[in-house]
């Protein structure tokens, strides 16, 4: 069964009003077996502009992430998170398909130090897109790469979310700029450069 994620940027205006959210959400999280992949952490904008801070948070499922969001317990909390923070709240279903890399790799990279791509993307010619999907395969494949999301269900449930959203990992956050600096992902990035508007970062877990 695919995980559920809740992928979240924001810029903080008011840091002694963000701390009553941290405190209250993090036994909230917890109660529904949510585990932090990012919590923070300075992102590199590879594309477009990144907010301040990032946040990736892993569930057993998506009816789980999106329960823990709905949750009495959370929204208590989420409510100072909205008043002294600005940014968006995506929440989203985990990728369980193909991977690039499963010949070389059983699964992705986990724990402290390990890179990410956070990826938002809206899409105006798919068929050109679908040249960009094809070609950052070989990227992906070579760095050991793993697709956590990959498309799939989502709700902005705060905030704006594009129609696409993509999360990567990598063994560290030096492979995850590696493979994208590569010649090999350059030039997939051609093809999705003519096919998307996108917002990319590169990122380490906690």
């Known amino acids: 069964m695919a995980k559920g994620y809740w992928i979240s940027r924001l810029d903080v205006h008011d840091t002694e009003g963000y701390k009553p959210y941290l405190q209250g959400a993090e036994p909230a999280i ?20 990144a907010l301040s801070r990032n946040v990736v948070v892993e569930f ?3 009816d789980t992430a999106l329960a823990c969001f709905r949750s009495p317990e ?3 909390a989420y409510a100072h998170r909205v008043a002294s923070s600005d940014g968006d709240h995506l929440i ?26 956070v ?7 798919m ?3 679908k040249s960009y999907v094809a070609a950052d395969a ?41 493979c994208y600096h590569s010649p090999e992902y350059q030039a997939a990035l051609a093809f999705r450069a003519k096919a998307a508007v996108a917002e990319v970062i590169a990122i380490a877990g906690v």
């Open 119 to 125: 990826m938002r993307i809206d899409v105006h010619d």
């Open 92 to 117: 989203i279903e985990g990728y369980a398909g193909d991977q690039p890399a499963s010949g070389t790799i059983e699964g992705p990279a986990d724990g402290p130090g390990t890179g990410y791509w």
């Open 60 to 62: 057993e499922d998506y």
């Open 138 to 178: 070989v990227a992906i494949a070579k760095y050991e790469g793993w697709f956590v999301v990959r498309g799939g269900r989502h709700e902005a449930v705060h905030g704006t979310a594009r129609s696409r959203n993509v999360l990567i990992a990598f063994k560290d956050l030096a492979t995850a700029l590696a």
């Open 30 to 49: 917890a109660a529904f077996g949510g585990r932090f992949l990012v919590r923070g952490g300075t992102p590199e904008a590879l594309e477009g502009t």
């Open 127 to 129: 068929e050109t897109y």
């Open 74 to 76: 959370y929204q208590a």
